[in-house]
C-alpha cells in the first residue's frame, strides 16, 4: 500500500517559514519525481515545485527564490523549505510521487496539510 504523509505545516507569520517533510512508504521512492503542489481556497490545485531522480528541480515562478524542494533517498522522503512566507502561500500542500520511465504511469498523492500565513 503505498502511503505518501505530510508534516510540518501550521500557522505562520507573514515573514516567517516552515519546513514541510513527506514520507513515502509502498513505493521505490528513489524511482520517483516528487512534488509539492498547493490548493487554495477557490483556486485549482497547482505545482509549487519538483525534484526528479536526478535531483534536478523546478519551480513555480511565484516561489522561486524563497522555496526549496530535496530529498533523502535514504529516508524516503521530499521536504520543501519554505522561507519568506507571504499571505498568498497559504494553502493545502499536497505532496505527490510520479514514476519516471517504465512506471511512469504511476503517480500518488498524499492527504495533504495546511500551511496559513497571517498578514
Known amino acids: 500500500q503505498v502511503q505518501l504523509v505530510e508534516s510540518g505545516g501550521g500557522l505562520v507569520q507573514d515573514g516567517g517559514s516552515l519546513r514541510l517533510s513527506c514520507a513515502a512508504s509502498?513505493?521505490?521512492?528513489?524511482?520517483?519525481?516528487m512534488g509539492w503542489y498547493r490548493q487554495a481556497p477557490g483556486k485549482q490545485r497547482e505545482l509549487v515545485a519538483v525534484?526528479?531522480?536526478?535531483?534536478?528541480?523546478s519551480y513555480a515562478d511565484s516561489v522561486k527564490g524563497r522555496f526549496t524542494i530535496s530529498r533523502d533517498n535514504a529516508k524516503n522522503t521530499v521536504y520543501l523549505r519554505m522561507n519568506s512566507l507571504k499571505f498568498e502561500d497559504t494553502a493545502v500542500y499536497y505532496c505527490?510521487?510520479?514514476?519516471?520511465?517504465?512506471?511512469?504511469?504511476?503517480?500518488?498523492w498524499g492527504k495533504g496539510i495546511q500551511v496559513t500565513v497571517s498578514s
Open positions: 505527490n510521487a510520479a514514476g519516471e520511465g517504465s512506471i511512469s504511469r504511476l503517480k500518488y
Open positions: 509502498g513505493i521505490t521512492f528513489s524511482m520517483y519525481t
Open positions: 525534484i526528479n531522480s536526478s535531483n534536478s528541480t
